[in-house]
């Protein structure tokens, strides 16, 4: 296995910087927020020399351009050419960067409360997204996120199943699932299959009341519930079991950490990343 930073975490900072800190952490890559200030589907082709060769320097990878762009499921026709423009732009940059799979959003509304003709439109556009990214030998990922099609594991197998190209694949995140309360362990691993492309890691617990630092809302089938983001071991996803089980299939891709937790940016991916070694056992952890 792989480890990245997102650099979404690092937002505060320039995308520079970021590489800098995720190298100092010990990473082996970069996953970058497709939007600014970091890089974005308008950003210059001397920008993108510039975080190449900085990458060059660094000994990072950018596996992955974590895209923005999608919502096809609910967004007019206007709107899903404009994130199929963005999409290929994207597609140019991962293509000069070395990346090998592009996050796509498929849009929402939250899988129990989603129609048939939600998944059809979102299938649509994805296979026009997988088709233009072959030539780029770019893969597709989609991540199992709360309120979106795809917020549990069966959901994201349906919308799989209407799509014709097998470089489409999901992002497995338990922070993500442990909101929807669905199944993020062993059992998420083994039914995802060939199809689990990429994981992120990061904490949430919930909460009465929201307003403090690092809390949010979000829509679940409780209706509105609060969150607090928090690191590895404070909140209440349990990450151990999807360890155990990765290590079980034999997964050898990337693991990118997003810790959202009130703390300092690198404070809080290095805590994250030391628990990370411990649960998977490793020597030096």
């Known amino acids: 296995m ?30 970058i927020a497709a939007r600014e200030p970091h890089l974005s589907p308008t950003t210059s082709a001397p920008r993108i020399k510039g975080i190449k060769a900085l990458a060059a320097d660094l000994g990072l990878e950018i596996p992955v351009l974590a895209g923005y762009m999608g919502g096809f499921s609910t967004a007019s026709d206007q709107e899903c ?39 059809a439109k979102a299938a649509h556009w994805l296979n026009k997204c997988a088709e233009a990214a072959q030539e780029y030998q770019i893969k597709l990922v989609l991540e199992i996120h709360n309120q979106s099609l795809v917020e549990t594991v069966d959901s994201s197998l349906k919308l799989l199943h209407l799509i014709e190209h097998d470089h489409v694949g999901m992002i497995h995140d338990a922070g993500n699932m442990y909101i929807t309360e669905t199944d993020y362990g062993r059992d998420s691993i083994v039914n995802l299959g060939k199809h689990l492309f990429h994981v992120h890691v990061k904490d949430e617990i919930r909460v009465a009341e929201v307003g403090a630092p690092g809390t949010f809302l979000n829509l679940t089938h409780r209706g509105e519930e609060g969150f607090l983001q928090s690191r590895l071991g404070e909140g209440a996803a349990d990450h151990q079991p999807m360890f155990d089980a990765l290590k079980e299939v034999g997964y050898n891709g990337w693991i990118t950490l997003e810790c959202h937790a009130p703390y300092p940016a690198y404070e809080r991916l290095a805590h994250d990343f030391q628990i990370v070694k411990k649960m998977l056992s490793w020597e030096h952890a």
């Not at 290929?88 to 939250?110: H, K, Q």
């Open 2 to 31: 792989k480890f990245a930073a997102f650099s979404g975490v690092f937002i505060a900072h320039s995308i520079q910087e970021a590489m800098k800190l995720t190298q100092k952490l010990g990473m082996d890559g970069i996953e």
């Open 81 to 119: 050419e404009q994130a199929f423009d963005d999409f290929n732009r994207l597609l140019d940059m991962g293509g000069e960067l070395g990346s090998s799979m592009i996050r796509v959003a498929p849009g929402g509304p939250n899988a129990f409360l989603a129609h048939d003709y939600h998944y």
